[in-house]
């Protein structure tokens, strides 16, 4: 079950970083600030490993931005200008001299869940993570879905509306905007709130119209968004991860009733919900695990 080999796995989140070395005894994770800039981090990963009396033989890596995982670049972080254009496989792989696989945190929390979590054994399986941002992430035909760049499944940048909210990519209407939580802070408010949290309009929506309104966009913008994952991607399980899923009665269950109507009739009353189990380590597992599998693909081994 757990990675055979030991591997050094990080998710490079854009607050905090953990690290930790995965084996077949399982993880003890280690969490840290996320350096603002590269160097800091390479010297952060050299501090950890010299501490570890295990040796990493592979080298995993979450991030939270766009990157190209076939070319080891780091492109771009919205939380993180100072790491931009960053070739981050080069760089590690000279420094700790052990080969070096990435990809997007969102698409990695669902590898992670597909091995390791809510998600085993589903080969079509779909994972919203729901929180400053949304992420998603997709396992198609028992794989995972990355595409050509490495950028597959930004869900966050859907289209909802033809106007809407502004989105932090600079367009209008996105799902993000409407149903994550600094989309959710920033229209309560643009509607007169003094809020600084989602969870305080949530808390608020039963006693306040206005708060009551937001959530209530929230909820049909994410349903609308998943309807719209649902018609292209056909997955039999719908896994919701990150802070806002907690927030299970009041948005993901509405949301997913806004879904089952704007569906087609043959996807109704046929996907499987669930909280993904894995919580803030899925990132961590699914680098590990992703690591492992393409260097086995690399070497030719079959799992
Ligand atoms: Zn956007």
């Not at 993180?80 to 254009?85: E, F, K, M, Q």
């Not at 981050?88 to 696989?101: A, M």
Request: glycine share 14%.
């Amino acid at each position: 079950m757990y990675p055979l080999s030991p591997i050094l796995s990080i998710d490079l989140g854009g607050t905090h970083c953990r690290i930790a070395l995965l084996g077949p005894k399982g993880l003890s994770v280690e969490r840290f600030a996320t350096p603002l800039h590269p160097r800091a981090f390479y010297e952060l990963v050299d501090g950890y490993l010299k501490k570890q009396a295990q040796k990493a033989q592979l080298i995993g890596l979450a991030f939270a931005g766009t990157l190209d995982p076939a070319q080891g670049i780091i492109y771009h972080s919205a939380n993180l200008p100072g790491w931009a254009r960053v070739p981050i496989r080069q760089e590690l792989e000279e420094r700790f001299n052990l080969p070096v696989f990435l990809g997007n945190d969102a698409n990695l929390a669902c590898y992670g869940e597909a091995r390791m979590g809510g998600g085993q054994g589903v080969k079509n399986c779909l994972m919203l993570t729901l929180g400053t941002g949304i992420g998603a992430g997709a396992m198609v035909a028992g794989k995972l879905l990355v595409g050509a760049q490495g950028l597959a499944l930004e869900a966050g940048h859907l289209p909802i509306n033809f106007t809407g909210p502004p989105c932090g990519c600079g367009q209008l209407g996105h799902l993000e905007a409407y149903a994550s939580g600094s989309g959710i802070v920033a229209v309560a408010r643009a509607m007169g709130l003094k809020v600084t949290q989602a969870e305080e309009v949530f808390a608020l929506r039963e006693s306040n119209q206005v708060a009551g309104e937001v959530i209530s966009q929230a909820q049909f913008a994410l349903g609308r968004g998943l309807a719209g994952l649902v018609h292209l991607l056909d997955p039999e399980l719908i896994l919701f991860g990150g802070g806002l899923s907690k927030q299970w009665d009041a948005l993901i269950q509405p949301a997913c009733q806004q879904m089952e109507k704007e569906l087609l009739p043959p996807f109704r009353g046929k996907l499987k919900l669930r909280p993904a189990q894995l919580g803030e380590e899925a990132g961590l597992w699914g680098a590990a695990f992703f690591a492992e599998d393409q260097w086995k693909q690399k070497q030719g081994i079959k799992n």
